[in-house]
């Protein structure tokens, strides 16, 4: 179903975890879909994504195209990685199937929430960036079993 | 990783080598057709009638009343359809349950559009049919009550004998799907009032693409597939022998065993459903703690996906399935586990295992093993998970 790098990628995911003091921390997707991804960005005085990690909730597509991405825009400059799509994503998975390509669509929401976040913080507009349509939902039940 | 433990037999299971070696002569050697004249084609014709007796003894049914279909499938289209369409005259109301199996309840679908009301009756919190509201449901236009004998997502039995009673009680015909239960539990027809009952070959060591629809005399019912006249003139096609074989030799076998086999699997699913509630925390079992099918088990990890964990455990050679949306192709967790209330989170967190004769306690150690790291390792992973524990760690 899934291709070797997804497979490597959901296996050994790359940048997992959460960043304390986040320059900009962005949350996309919902639970009842069954996707939720977090991506934390530490960004330097020069804009430049000097540190990423994330969280996922969701399959093993969800968790791939979190990784990617997180790969494609560490040490890149906000501009650059405002310009990584969710096909950029794709690609470099060598493919999703089709019922999973709005995980990519997840991971490229992900990146601008987390962008827009940083904006917020500091009080900047990012030329091409906007606010991001995709939120989390608030958890109405937090039921414990 | 060579190992392979197969905990997914509610998917299907493993053809016995004993059913085997009963079908292969049918293959090469009598492969007559059994309605041809010659004396050749009559051990095919016999060997059908021997299968028939064995299906109908283990249901305490004349054999007569066994009709060999395709598979489960075709035998809940057949039952469902083809009295609707012959009782429409009588009424158009048809009930069954929200937690069936698809074949059920596309089938009612169907039916809805040609005009047919369904009434879909709700279940308890551990997936029992409430029987109050099928009692309620019941008005003087209800041809059929269509209900699981046993679910096959979370195992749970519902009450057949009552709701055979309250069939009989109102003149209304009862189906049952028991694609689930029969070959796991003792099923008479006449003592529980079935009137028709599904069965599939390939969920109980049989061979897949053979089943049975049971149907009690005289009951109207039309065909579903037209043509020549095999199986008394209701169900045409040239009858699948070595299938058939096969079957009748899956039940023979299933019913020799059921006693000892159904305990040694209630034993071994009490140690997994208890070391996995004590060990892995924010857990909980999904069905009736006890009324459930004897190898079924089916739990929700919370702030984790069903996808990945399945993934992950096919990493270790494990073989399980789960209720979650990614592993159905639509966006929408298992209507079972909506229909006993999950919220859809938890809904997606979910994992079947359902055992076999071969598992050991040996093979349940190891699942356990795995599954409590793989569990954590996803938590790991969760911004749900992390959310929480700051929550309640603040």
């Given amino acids: 179903m899934y291709s070797e790098k997804v497979m490597d990628h959901f296996q050994n995911p790359r940048n997992v975890g959460e960043i304390e003091n986040a320059s900009g921390v962005g949350t996309v997707g919902n639970a009842k879909c069954g996707d939720i991804m977090r991506i934390y960005f530490d960004i330097d005085e020069n804009q430049v994504i000097r540190d990423v990690k994330f969280k996922t909730f969701g399959c ?15 040490g890149k400059t906000i501009y650059e990685a405002l310009e990584v799509t969710n096909k950029a994503v794709m690609d470099a998975l060598d493919g999703l199937p089709p019922v ?21 913080k500091n009080g900047i507009k990012i030329e091409g960036l906007e606010k991001p349509k995709s939120d989390i939902s608030e958890h109405e039940e937090e039921e414990e079993y | 990783m060579d190992r392979l433990i197969y905990l997914d037999h509610a ?28 004396g050749f084609s009559n051990k095919s014709k016999d060997a059908i009638a021997t299968a028939r007796d064995t299906i109908a003894k283990s249901l305490n049914a004349d054999s007569k009343d066994i009709y060999f279909t395709a598979g489960g499938s075709e035998s809940d289209n057949w039952a469902l359809k083809e009295t609707a369409r012959v009782y429409k005259d009588k009424g158009r ?17 169907f039916l809805e559009k040609e005009g047919f009301e369904v009434t879909y009756v709700g279940v308890d919190e551990n997936g029992i049919i409430k029987m109050d509201e099928l009692k309620a449901a019941i008005r003087p236009d209800t041809i059929l009550i269509s209900v699981m004998f046993a679910n096959n997502e979370i195992g749970t039995i519902q009450p057949i004998k009552e709701i055979g009673a309250l069939a009989k009680e109102n003149g209304i015909l009862f189906h049952t799907d028991a694609v689930q239960a029969y070959g796991q539990l003792p099923i008479d027809v006449n003592e529980l009032n079935i009137d028709m009952l599904s069965a599939s070959g390939h969920k109980l060591n049989g061979p ?11 009951i109207k019912i039309r065909n579903l597939i037209h043509g020549g006249g095999q199986e008394r003139a209701r169900r045409a096609g040239t009858e699948n022998v070595p299938g058939i074989v096969g079957l009748g030799k899956a039940v023979e076998i299933a019913v020799d065993t059921m006693n000892e086999r159904t305990a040694k699997e209630i ?3 009490d140690y997994l459903v208890e070391r996995v509630l004590a060990e892995i925390p924010y857990t909980r079992l999904n069905g009736d703690r006890f009324n459930r099918l004897p190898n079924n088990a089916n739990f929700s990890f919370q702030f984790i996906e069903g996808e990945s964990l399945l993934i992950m455990l096919d990493m270790a050679g494990i073989c399980g ?3 979650s949306a990614c592993t159905s192709g639509s966006l929408d967790p298992s209507h079972v586990l909506l229909g006993i209330g999950l919220p859809h989170e938890i809904a997606h967190g979910s994992l079947r295992l359902t055992l076999g004769d071969e598992n050991t306690k040996e093979e349940i150690d190891y699942v356990i093993e795995n599954l409590k790291e793989i569990v954590q390792k996803l938590r790991n992973m969760s911004p749900l998970y992390e959310d929480y524990m700051r929550t309640n760690n603040r």
């Fill in chain 1, 60 to 74: 093993g597509a969800a968790v791939a195209t979190s990784s990617m991405a997180t790969e494609l825009v560490k």
């Fill in chain 1, 100 to 120: 999973k390509v709005h995980c990519s669509l997840l991971a490229e929401e992900a990146i601008h929430a987390a962008l827009w976040d940083y904006a917020e």
């Fill in chain 2, 321 to 323: 399935s789960s209720g």
């Fill in chain 2, 267 to 269: 034993e071994l699913r």
């Fill in chain 2, 11 to 38: 998917a299907t299971t493993a053809t016995r080598p004993e059913v085997v070696e009963a079908m292969l002569p049918y293959f090469t050697e009598s492969f007559g057709n059994p309605s041809s004249v010659y």
């Fill in chain 2, 208 to 218: 897949k693409g053979i089943g049975f629809l049971y149907i009690r005399k005289g």
């Fill in chain 2, 93 to 109: 109301h048809i009930i069954t349950s929200a937690i069936e199996h698809h074949a059920i309840l596309h089938t009612c679908e």
